[in-house]
């Protein structure tokens, strides 16, 4: 207790006295001890800030590396995207787009632009800008790929489609069973077998017997079915669309009518020698918009038999199951 009492010899009695300081130097001594505390304080605090960071400061900064660290696993990402749309676009230029006979799409087209140089205007100004500059421009990249190859492959699908519809419509198997002999083809006949002049020869002929089965080679729509005075005796007209008409000459009977849709190996007729034929024999020919094609370059002939009534078949039960 003698330590916070301070006294004083008073010479005049040789007394020891207690100093008793009046009560406004007391508090000026507290507000100054108030003082030099918050200034100790202060300094304290602004070193300990400034060498080990506060609290708050530690769980921003590593909010910020945790926040970093996930940026960077989402570019991963992004980059795998582009990888993946790079290989989409690939197999669309050299793989689809060949074999539909389509144009590629355009580069201008896939890399179109995405607006003015302040695009990313809100993301600038911050301590990690680039990288979200980066990453924003990279999802708009993807963005713009992945929609142009949307749009591409639905025009492939649209155009499989109709190439599919092609296909089965182009005139693509002998009408007859590989089997039998080819007779004459595309030629300038010098002796007509029965007029005895010369004559153009505008389809193939196949040495088939009376009552041979006749196929349709592809489908279309029977645009002639009966006698024809032309020559051709009982004769059978296909027209297949794409430019392509067929006719099959000197049948012995027919099996189809005008007006009638057909498929690929639907038999249409029974071969014969009606109109002007020496023999027993099937006259065909291919028109493609007007001008006559030589049939031989059509077909495979180098199929054997069991092979052909094979894919007959094939055709018969597609054409019941539709």
């Known amino acids: 207790m003698l330590r916070n009492k301070k006294y004083v010899l008073d010479f005049s009695d040789l007394q020891y006295k207690q100093i008793r300081l009046p009560w406004k130097k007391k508090f000026m001594h507290v507000i100054l001890w108030f003082a030099a505390s918050v200034i100790v304080a202060t300094i304290y605090g602004t070193f300990f800030e400034n060498v080990f960071g506060s609290p708050k400061e530690k769980l921003l ?31 669309d230029d050299k793989r689809y787009r060949p074999i539909l006979d389509m144009d590629s799409v355009p580069e ?26 980066s990453y924003k421009s990279k999802i708009d990249e993807i963005k713009s790929m992945a929609t142009v190859q949307n749009e591409s492959f639905k025009s492939i699908t649209e155009r499989s489609v109709e ?13 007859v069973s590989v089997k039998f002999r080819l007779g004459d083809g595309l030629k300038w006949r010098t002796v007509h077998p029965v007029l005895g002049i010369g004559r153009m020869h505008n389809g193939q002929d196949f040495d088939v017997p009376y009552g041979t089965d006749v ?9 002639e079915s009966g ?7 009982n004769c059978i007209v296909i027209d297949h669309g794409y430019g392509f008409q067929t006719v099959y000459g000197h049948l012995s ?12 190996g639907d038999i249409i007729g029974i071969s014969g020698s009606t109109g002007l034929s020496s023999g027993p024999h099937l006259h065909y020919q291919i ?26 078949q094939a055709f018969e039960s597609k054409s019941k199951l539709r």
């Open 215 to 223: 196929y349709a080679t592809g489908n279309g729509s029977v645009i």
């Open 163 to 175: 190439w599919k519809r092609e296909i089965d419509h182009f005139p693509g198997i002998s009408p």
């Open 227 to 233: 006698y024809n005075s032309g020559g051709f005796g």
């Open 61 to 91: 900064s590593q909010q910020i590396e945790n926040l970093k660290l996930q940026y960077s696993l989402i570019g991963r990402e992004l980059d795998n995207s582009v990888a993946s749309l790079n290989s989409l676009r690939l197999s």
């Open 253 to 264: 009977d027919i099996k189809v009518v005008k007006g009638q849709n057909v498929k690929r």
């Open 108 to 133: 201008s087209y896939r890399k179109a632009g995405h607006g003015g140089v302040d695009r990313y205007r809100d993301l600038s100004g911050y301590q990690n800008s680039d990288m979200l500059i």
């Open 287 to 312: 028109e493609q918009f007007g001008a006559h094609k030589n049939p031989i370059n059509f077909f495979n002939n180098d199929v054997s038999t069991e092979e052909y009534n094979e894919m007959i």
